[in-house]
């Protein structure tokens, strides 16, 4: 592989989507990633249907340009393998439960003892206090960060977003983690532990309805598919069908009017911000 990460090893214990997505983008980048599975291989190999070549497309979606390696932790040989491994890696990223990789000698503290210049990166669902015995599942975090609660007809029940978008944001929060941290290693010489947990990611991706809360004490709710600040910013409905509308700015409702054959009405006061 070429690319700016070109010569960069990253041993990767994580799997389903958080941290596979983000091994997957350091691999794009040119790193040469091994992917560590257990004799079982990664739980999305078996979110089935759809397949290609009889391997799940869900599994395929986060696992492109990397090396494969089957490693049993319980297993002393194995074990020796991966602690070797993680004594060569740049980097190390995980999404075990906090805790769970002392047992085997692959903990933060446990592995850079030996090994001062590796990132080691982890991803959890709540962090390691409170809530570091959850299991990091986007569904469970979607819903307590309030995504559900925003998401669905203003009057029908809260919903799931299509795609596991926080698991997809704390994966790019992870990588741009492990970028600034082996970029502090060619300043100091000594790597970083990079921590990442899905409800951080999650507030931080709520953005506006986040702000609008802690800033300007408005409680977000569902809207369907209408802004809660700009108007018109959504699909309306036309004779054959939904047409997507959007006016971002004053400049473009006068447009919008002007090609509506209603000009008057960029001036009309009830329409003003």
């Known amino acids: 592989m070429s690319g700016p990460l070109r010569g960069v090893l990253v041993a990767d214990f994580s799997r389903i989507l958080a941290g596979p997505y983000a091994t997957m983008l350091l691999a794009d980048l040119g790193a040469d990633v091994v992917k560590v ?28 340009n990397k090396r494969s390696l089957v490693l ?11 602690h070797r491994l993680a004594d060569r890696a740049d980097v190390l990223i995980q999404n075990f439960r906090p805790g769970a990789l002392r047992r085997f000698g692959l903990d933060h503290g446990t ?12 991803i959890s669902g709540f962090g390691d206090a409170g809530g570091a015995d959850l299991p ?22 809260p919903y ?7 698991d997809v944001i704390a994966g790019l929060h992870a990588a741009v983690g492990i970028l600034a941290a082996l970029r502090h ?10 921590t990442v947990d899905l409800l951080s990611s999650a507030l931080s991706g709520l953005v506006n309805h986040a702000s609008a809360y802690v800033a300007g004490a408005a409680a977000p709710h569902r809207m369907g598919n209408a802004h809660p600040s700009i108007v018109p910013y959504e699909p309306l409905p036309t004779a054959d069908g939904e047409l997507v509308v959007i006016a971002g700015n004053d400049g473009q409702f ?14 009309d006061a009830r329409f003003r911000g």
């Open 72 to 82: 049993d932790l319980t297993d002393p040989g194995d074990l020796t393998l991966a």
């Open 37 to 64: 599975e257990a004799p079982g291989g990664d739980d999305t190999r078996g979110w089935r249907p759809p397949v290609r070549d009889d391997v799940a497309t869900y599994y395929l979606a986060v696992n492109r």
């Open 136 to 157: 990091g599942y986007d569904l469970m975090v979607q819903a307590a960060a309030g995504l559900m609660s925003l998401t669905g007809d203003a009057d029908g029940p």
């Open 160 to 166: 799931k977003a299509g795609v596991a978008v926080f």
């Open 111 to 122: 592995v850079t003892a030996r090994n001062a210049r590796l990132v080691y990166a982890s």
């Open 254 to 267: 006068r447009t919008l009017c002007g090609v509506l054959g209603v000009p008057e009405l960029a001036g």
């Open 185 to 194: 290693r060619e300043e100091t010489g000594r790597g970083q532990h990079v």
